[in-house]
C-alpha cells in the first residue's frame, strides 16, 4: 500500500520520521520540501496501518495513494488527468449507494486549469468508469460525502488517492475547546517539540503559553514528564486549563498567570529541562513582541539546559 501524507510545508522531514517510527514497515518515498507532502509505502496489516495513521500527529491527511504519474501543466494536462483517474480503480472504493466528492488542489505556479477543474474532471472519470464497469453512477455531494477522493496536481505530477483519515485536518485537536485567537495548530506544536529534542521525564515549560497547546502536546507525548505553562492573560490561562482537562492531562500540567520574565519567581531556580514556545507575534496578534519582552527573563534552566524552540513556523 502506498499513501499520501500532508502537513505543514517545512516540516517535512520531522513528519517522515514520525512516519517511520509509528507505521508499521513504513518506507518514505518521496518528500515534498516546503510543499507538505510525503508519499510513503508500507506491507503493514491494512486494519493496523489506518489504526497507526490516526495516532500520527504531524500529519494533516491521509489519503490510500491510487494514481501518481506526470501531466502537463497546460489545458491539455486535464485529458491526461482524466485518464489517470478513470484508470486508478478510485470507483471501486465507493460502495454502492454511497455519496462522494473529489477535493481538488494545485501546488505550484503555472498552471493552466484550477483546483476546480482537477476535482470536475476527476469526478468524471470516476463516474464514468463505474458506469462502464459496475453498472452504476455515484452520486456527488459536496457536503458530507461519505467517500472523499484526494486529487492534486504538485507543481507537475498529479497524485490521486483515497481519504482514509476524514475531512477534519488531524491538527485540529478535539480537545481544543478553547481557541487562542492566534492559535499554534497541534501539528506545529508537535513539531517543535521534536525539534527541540524534548524527551519524556524531562521538565518542560512554555513560558507564553496562550491556549496551552504546546503544554497539552508535550503532556500527551510524554506521560513521564512535568508540564509548565505559563501566560500573563487570565483568559488564556483559563482557556489552557480547559484545554488540559478536556486532553484528560490537567493533573500533568501546571498553569499559572504571571509574566514569563519572573517566572523564575514561582518555579525555582534550575527547575526547568526545556522551553518551547510561540512567542506572541505575528499578523493575528500584531506586533506584540514588546521591548519589555525583548529584554529577556531570568530562566529556571537546570544544569544541562540545551535551549528551545518557537516561532510562527
Known amino acids: 500500500m502506498r499513501f499520501l501524507a500532508t ?6 522531514d520531522v513528519v517522515a520520521r514520525e512516519i517511520v517510527e509509528e507505521v508499521e514497515s513504513a518506507e518514505v518515498e518521496e518528500v515534498g520540501e516546503y510543499r507538505g507532502r510525503i508519499v510513503f509505502s508500507t ?32 489545458r491539455e494536462g486535464l485529458r491526461e488527468i482524466w485518464r489517470a483517474a478513470y484508470s486508478s480503480g478510485a470507483h471501486l472504493h465507493i460502495p454502492p449507494g454511497a ?8 501546488i505550484g505556479e503555472g498552471h493552466g486549469y484550477t483546483s476546480v477543474e482537477i ?36 507543481v507537475s505530477t498529479f497524485r490521486l488517492g483515497v481519504l482514509v483519515t476524514g475531512e477534519r485536518s488531524r491538527h485540529r485537536r478535539r480537545y481544543r475547546v478553547y481557541d487562542h485567537p492566534a492559535a499554534l495548530k497541534a501539528s506545529l506544536a508537535y513539531v517543535m517539540l521534536r525539534l527541540a529534542g524534548a524527551r519524556d521525564g524531562e521538565v518542560i515549560l512554555d513560558p507564553m503559553c496562550g491556549g496551552g497547546t504546546v503544554a497539552v502536546e508535550a503532556a500527551l507525548l510524554f506521560e513521564d514528564s512535568k508540564v509548565y505553562c505559563v501566560d500573563l492573560n487570565p483568559r488564556h490561562t483559563w482557556g489552557a486549563r480547559l484545554n488540559a482537562e478536556t486532553a484528560r492531562v490537567g493533573g500533568r500540567v501546571e498553569v499559572y498567570t504571571w509574566d514569563a520574565r519572573r517566572v523564575h519567581e514561582i518555579l525555582g531556580e534550575e527547575s526547568v529541562d526545556r522551553i518551547v514556545s510561540n512567542p506572541p507575534y505575528g499578523i493575528r496578534l500584531g506586533d506584540l513582541l514588546t521591548s519589555g519582552y525583548s529584554t529577556g527573563s531570568s530562566c529556571p534552566r537546570r544544569p544541562g539546559f ?3 524552540v518557537g516561532g510562527r513556523l
Open 43 to 74: 506491507s503493514g496489516e491494512p486494519w493496523l496501518v489506518l489504526e497507526q495513521l490516526y495516532g500520527l500527529r504531524s500529519i494533516h491527511s491521509a489519503s490510500l495513494l491510487l494514481a501518481e504519474s506526470e501531466v502537463p501543466t497546460g
Open 99 to 106: 455519496t462522494f466528492a473529489v477535493r481538488g488542489e494545485r
Open 7 to 12: 502537513c505543514n510545508p517545512g516540516t517535512e
Open 119 to 154: 476535482a470536475s474532471t476527476v469526478g468524471d472519470a470516476v463516474q464514468r468508469a463505474a458506469e462502464e464497469e459496475l453498472g452504476w453512477r455515484p452520486l456527488v455531494r459536496l457536503n458530507s460525502p461519505q467517500v472523499v477522493i484526494h486529487a492534486e496536481v504538485d
Open 306 to 308: 540545551s535551549g528551545g
